[in-house]
């Protein structure tokens, strides 16, 4: 469940990211550089998450 809402979340931002730098730039908006820089944030959150950051058991 956390990778669903990972890759919604992720994809949401991005394209809000894309929508706002295009419309500063009076480009269009581009979906699938939405969609690359979704995938690219969901990797990254998922190799974070999971593999390089733990959390360690203070005792």
């Given amino acids: ?8 979340w992720s994809f949401l931002l991005s394209s809000m990211v ?14 699938t550089l939405a969609i690359v820089l979704s995938i690219t944030f969901t990797v990254a959150s998922v190799v974070l998450g999971e593999g390089l950051l733990k959390q360690e058991d203070v005792s």
């Fill in 1 to 8: 469940m956390r990778l669903f809402w990972t890759i919604i």
């Fill in 18 to 31: 894309v929508y706002v730098v295009s419309s500063m730039t009076g480009a269009h908006f581009d979906l």
